[in-house]
């Protein structure tokens, strides 16, 4: 009967929740996505959020302004709301926030991030993946990922792919796209296995990685010279525009 049914589904969900603990704990770290700090000088918090005119880089934070080479080279890529996620050829991590968002000034933003596994493969599971169709788990990710697995599961060793999880029913952008279940990738990283010690790779990099699995990358353009009010130009010019 139906009482019998949910006890049977909530033993099955426990079961799982326990494999999905144990693959965590086992599961090797990569490096959590990299605090991103404002480009241009801001002023406030909160609601008395407000970046200074007129536009200046923040050279204090991101570098880009001051040094010996003021206006670099630089990539300027889109940034997609969906839910932020990492994956190796082995895991696959959707990122936490622990602030939720807020933070005291005393907080150290290295310490703002944790990662929550969602699937894995290994010997223990004959090499499939592994968790995306859990009890418990969510189904727009499983839509979302499925398509892309084989292509994680050929991820190098040590390489790190990070990506955004974007769904029609993930937030409230894609709300008029119906069907929508896709992944847009925007950054790598790769571990020393020797040194145990990661590092991101510059964005060129992720561009050549990203075509080399198949996975697509978020738009992107680059510009020779970082100068503030050629990018402030471009980001008030972008207000007007669709996503790649």
């Known amino acids: ?89 082995t895991h696959i991590f959707k990122r936490l926030d622990l602030w939720g968002g807020k933070r005291r000034a005393t907080q150290d933003p290295s310490q703002r991030y944790d990662l929550r596994l969602i699937a894995w493969r290994g010997d223990d599971t004959g090499g499939h993946w592994q968790g995306l169709d859990f009890v418990e788990a969510d189904g727009k990710f499983k839509e979302a990922l499925t398509p892309y697995l084989p292509r994680l599961a050929r991820l190098d060793a040590g390489l790190c792919a990070y990506f955004e999880v974007v769904h029609t029913d993930i937030n409230a952008t894609y709300k008029g796209v119906p069907g929508l279940a896709d992944l847009r990738v925007f950054d790598f990283s790769r571990m020393d296995g020797a040194a145990g010690e990661g590092h991101f790779l510059p964005f060129e990099e992720t561009i050549s990685l990203a075509g080399r699995f198949g996975l697509p990358v978020v738009g992107w353009h680059r510009v020779d010279r970082a100068d503030a009010a050629d990018l402030w130009a471009r980001l008030r010019g972008a207000a007007g525009q669709t996503y790649a």
């Open 1 to 89: 009967d139906k009482d019998k049914a949910k006890v049977l589904q909530a033993d099955v969900a426990a079961a799982q929740r326990g494999r999905l603990a144990a693959a965590e704990a086992a599961a090797p770290r990569p490096l959590v996505q990299r605090k991103i700090f404002h480009l241009f000088r801001f002023a406030g918090s909160g609601v008395s959020f407000r970046y200074e005119p007129p536009a200046r880089l923040n050279a204090d934070q991101c570098g880009f302004g001051a040094g010996d080479v003021p206006h670099p080279a630089a990539y300027v890529t889109e940034k997609w709301d969906g839910t932020t996620m990492q994956a190796t050829s």
